[in-house]
C-alpha cells in the first residue's frame, strides 16, 4: 500500500515538473527568451546559496548528532597505547582539510550566485596571475609538509618492531577463508615455527612439530572462541593468510594490517582498557544521573525488553577488513581484554594443540618416544601418589598403581618406555630407605587361570629384578602374582579388562 501511495506520488511530481516546464516555456514565447533567461539566472543563483547553507548546515549537524558512533569520539577513545597518536593525526588532518572543505565550497557557491549572468556583464578571461599560483601553491605546500612530517613520526612510532629484550606476548594471527586461526605460544612463551609443506586436514597451519617451541602452542581456530589478551601487556602479532589477501583489524585498537600470503607482517600495540572498563564508560551516567550514551542503556535484544543493556553486553571485535570473498563476513571474532592474572589463569587453562591433536597420531614425529614433559610430568603424579600413600592409614590406601609399566602381551618383558615410570619407583625407594614394599602382578580373567598366575607371578618377578638390579636391597621388596583373583573392574568390558591388567606395589612398612 505504501509503495502504491509512493509511486503514484512520484508520478504526480513528474507530471508537475512536466507542466511548469510547459508553462515555462509558453511564458518565454509570451515575454522574450532574454527575460526568461535573467530570471532564471537569478533563481539558480539564490537557490544555490540557499543549498550552500543547508549543505554545510547538514554536514556540520549530522558530524555533531552522530559523534559518539565515530571511532576516536565520544566513548569510543582509543583502547591501545598507540591509538590517542593516530586519532590525533586524524583530527589533525580533518581540522586542515575541514577548512579547505568549508572554504571552497562557499567559494563555489558564492562565485555561481554573485556571477551569475546579468545584463551588460562581460565576462573576464583570466589567462594567468603569478601571484595567485604562488599562493594556491605555497599554501598547501606548507600545510602538507606539516601533516607528512607529523604523519611520519607517528607511523615509524606505530609501526615500530619490539625490541630485542623488550618484553611481549607473541600471538599468531592466519587469515583463510573464511575464519581466523589464533596460535599463542604457550607456557615456554615462544611461538614454534611452521611451514606450508606441513599442512595437513588435522595440522591446518602447518605448524613443525620437529619444533620444540611447537609443542605447547595453542591454537584457537573456532570462530565462536574468544580470544584473550592481557591489559597493560605489549602484544606483538605475527600476521599470515593462508589463501587470499585477509586484513587483521581491530578498530577499537586502531589496529590494522594487511594478511598477505607468503609475506608475514605484524603488528605491536598495548590494550590499555579492558572490556569490562570499556563497558563501564559506554554505560556511564552523568552527574544528574541520566546516561551519557542513551543508546547504550538500549535493550541489546530489541524484541526482548527485558534482556540485558546494550553497553553490558559489549565486546570489542576482530574483523577482515579485506573484501574476500562470499564467507567474508563471518571472519569476525570477539576479542576480550582482561586483567594479566585473570589471562594467565585463562592461558594455563588452555591444553596445547600438538597434545590434543597430534600426539601418538601418524603425524606425530614423536611418535613412540616420551617426551621430557611428560617425562615430568608422569614423575610429578608419581610422585603426588606416594606422597598420599604415606600419608595414609588406611591399608587399602597404600597401594599404588604403576600406569606405565607395561609388558609385551602375553609375555613377561618389559615394554621400552616402562623404565622411566619404575625409574621414579626406584627413586622413591631409594630416598626413602625405611619403605618397604610388596610388587603385585594382575591380569585380567581371559584364559586360563594357572597361566594367568603365572603370567602374573614373571611379570612382578620382572620388576622386582629390574629394582634389584639398580641396587634396592632385597630384603625391603617381595613380589606377588595375583593372576585374575583381585580384579578392581568388571572382566566383561574391554575397558574393564585393560584396568584389571596392572602392575602395583604397596607400602608395607615405612
Ligand atoms: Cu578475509
Known sequence: MTGLIILLC??????????IGKVTELAAKIRG??????????????FSMLFLVLFLVGCIVSAVYYKNDMLGY??????????????????????????????????????AYKYRGQKNRKALFLSHDNKLEVIWTAIPAV???????????????????????????????????FAWSMRYPGPDGALGTKYFKNITAVNSLGIDFND???????????????????????????????DVLHNFDLPHFRVKMDAIPGLPTYFVFTPTITTEEYRERLGSLKADGTPKYPEWHEPADPTDPESKKRYQEFQFELACAE????????????LEVVSPEEYEEWSASQSSFYMSSIR??????????????????????FNTKVEKALKA?????????????????GRASLTDLSRYELNNLFDFLNKNKNVAVELAGHTDNTGDPVANLDLSNRRSQTVYEFLLNKGVEAERMSSVGYGDTVPVADNATAEGRQENRRTEFKIISQ
Not at 512520484?10 to 507542466?19: E, F, N, R, T
Not at 565462536?224 to 593462508?242: C, F, N
Not at 603425524?363 to 617426551?371: A, N, Q, T, V, Y
Not at 592409614?393 to 602381551?409: A, C, G, M, N, W
Open 360 to 381: 601418538n597420531t601418524d603425524e606425530d614425529p614423536h611418535k613412540g618416544k616420551l617426551l621430557d614433559i611428560e617425562i615430568q610430568e608422569r614423575r610429578r603424579d
Open 323 to 334: 573484501l574476500c570473498g562470499k564467507g567474508h563476513y563471518s571472519m569476525r571474532r570477539v
Open 74 to 111: 565520544g566513548p569510543h577513545e582509543a583502547a591501545s597505547a598507540h591509538g590517542p597518536d593516530l586519532d590525533y593525526l586524524f583530527n589533525l588532518t580533518l581540522f586542515f582539510t575541514g577548512i579547505v572543505f568549508v572554504i571552497t565550497h562557499i567559494a563555489l557557491f558564492w562565485f
Open 10 to 19: 512520484v508520478a504526480l511530481i513528474a507530471i508537475v515538473v512536466v507542466q
Open 143 to 177: 600545510v602538507m609538509t606539516f601533516l607528512v612530517v607529523g604523519g611520519l613520526d607517528v607511523w615509524n612510532e606505530v609501526m615500530a618492531d619490539v625490541g630485542p629484550n623488550e618484553e611481549h606476548i607473541e600471538i599468531e594471527a592466519t587469515g583463510y577463508q
Open 33 to 46: 527568451e532574454e527575460e526568461t533567461q535573467l530570471e532564471s539566472n537569478n533563481f539558480h543563483g539564490r
Open 212 to 242: 620444540e617451541k611447537s609443542l605447547d602452542d595453542v591454537v584457537s581456530s573456532a570462530p565462536g572462541e574468544v580470544i584473550k589478551i592481557p591489559l597493560g601487556k605489549t602484544v606483538r602479532v605475527r600476521i599470515t593468510s593462508r
Open 393 to 409: 592409614t588406611d591399608p587399602s590406601e597404600k597401594i599404588i598403581r604403576l600406569d606405565y609399566v607395561t609388558f609385551e602381551t
